[in-house]
């Protein structure tokens, strides 16, 4: 039976709640954006900057964590921005995900799968987009058959990926260092280093830890273990980023890993051989599927959360009570994403438009969310919070002041694709005001 008065139950132990929660955030990101950052920064600031980003972010996961254990629902962020901030602010953070968060990245890695299996099997335009719609309806109907499945699903495909990872930190430190650079290299160009871009494409390899608040309602180890699951997975993140940062830094050296635009494969290439490239393409295909399958469960129960509220949307707000999962969202998401992946193909988008178009208003929505954790704290009772923020107000206070930094830098330092996001928001401010006369 599917009718909106069913909801999530709590099922997911610790272990594979963190691993969920790991693959939330970790992807082959890290590969793509290590050389923006080398390129942005001098080199004993390389891995500083890593180590950083991934303590700020941890700051930033804990104040969602005192929201995800006082409030826990399967909607996360978009629960904790609409009890503070209103119903009408909620619904533009469940648009804006739905049409420019999670739809367009599943759309973006679904085509990048497709890329990846073109370099084995040529493939034409056609059959290229074809290919990514597969994958995208594979993954849609595996979330559809039980809730079960679709982390089972997850947590296998983490633990490959941080096996592939792992490999490749091996292939770093196995492969020789690059001959030392000349005593006098030639001057940077003018503009060069951007401190702001180097952070923008940091925080984009630790993005998603906002969405790990989704788990709160399907977690059966009591509302602390939202905590143990936050911390544990970013604390595994920081180890996993800085340990392959540093070793395409001691394999490929930072003249050349700035230039490389798959330092991953050069590098197990350098220390392999032939097939240590194919073994970063296997990586890079498992951390693909991995990560749309994520953003599907992620957006789901967002758009779930949402459609119980709008009564536009009413049906797609069934929470299966056998299955486990909402069906009508998951086919929503995912037929979205389809149309999204079909326009990418004629558009041909690449990494970086994406990068553009959801940055400014992912570090919108993580700004209001650091000003939500204050407000919730002070409109409710402190025995509502079995897990208090350390040093509040300090940490969201903080992260929200880097969340508007990180806003300013992308629409200032990004391309036009940035207005693009703020474009889509609009048409959402005006879909809310349509749907609430419904």
Request: proline letters at 7%; one cysteine or more; aromatic letters at 8%.
């Amino acid at each position: 039976m599917d009718t909106p008065a069913c909801a999530p139950r709590p099922h997911l132990g610790l272990a594979p709640a963190t691993l969920v929660a790991l693959g939330m955030i970790m992807s082959t990101d890290s590969l793509k954006t290590a050389p923006t950052v080398a390129m942005n920064v001098a080199p004993s600031h390389f891995l500083w900057l890593w180590v950083a980003g991934g303590l700020a972010s941890l700051v930033g996961a804990l104040s969602y964590v005192e929201m995800a254990c006082a409030f826990p629902d399967a909607g996360g962020e978009y629960s904790f921005l609409t009890r503070a901030w209103g119903a009408r602010l909620g619904a533009l953070y469940a648009w804006s995900r739905f049409a420019v968060m999670h739809t367009g990245w599943i759309a973006l890695m679904a085509h990048l799968l497709a890329d990846y299996a073109g370099s084995v099997v040529p493939m034409g335009p056609v059959v290229h987009t074809l290919f990514a719609l597969a994958v995208v309806a594979v993954l849609t109907g595996i979330n559809c058959i039980h809730v079960r499945l679709g982390f089972l699903t997850q947590a296998l495909l983490v633990a490959l990926v941080a096996l592939g990872f792992a490999a490749v930190i091996v292939a770093g430190f196995v492969a020789a260092p690059p001959p030392a650079p000349p005593p006098a290299p030639p001057p940077a160009p003018p503009g060069h280093p951007h401190l702001g871009v180097a952070l923008i494409y940091v925080f984009l390899a630790y993005g998603g830890w906002s969405d790990m608040a989704t788990l709160s309602a399907e977690l059966r180890a009591g509302r602390r273990g939202m905590a143990l699951v936050t911390v544990g997975a970013i604390m595994l993140l920081i180890v996993l980023y800085v340990a392959l940062n540093a070793a395409m830094a001691h394999g490929l050296g930072m003249a050349a890993l700035a230039q490389s635009s798959a330092p991953g494969a050069d590098v197990a290439r350098a220390a392999f051989g032939a097939p240590g490239a194919w073994l970063v393409v296997a990586v890079v295909t498992v951390s693909a599927v991995a990560s749309i399958n994520s953003t599907l469960i992620v957006g789901a129960r967002v758009t779930w959360a949402a459609a119980r509220a709008i009564p536009a949307l009413r049906p797609i707000a069934g929470w299966h009570a056998t299955r486990g999962t909402p069906i009508g969202a998951v086919l929503a998401v995912g037929g979205f994403s389809a149309l999204l992946t079909v326009l990418a193909g004629l558009a041909g988008n690449g990494f970086g438009a994406m990068v553009d178009y959801m940055t400014p208003v992912y570090w919108l929505f993580i700004a209001l969310g650091m000003g939500a954790a204050i407000r919730l704290r002070r409109g409710h009772d402190a025995s509502a919070f079995p897990v208090r923020t350390p040093l509040f107000p300090l940490f969201p206070l903080a992260f929200g002041g880097l969340a508007l930094a990180m806003l300013w830098s992308s629409l200032t330092e990004l391309g036009p694709g940035a207005l693009a996001g703020a474009a889509v928001m609009v048409i959402g401010m005006a879909l809310e005001r349509i749907a609430a006369r419904w």
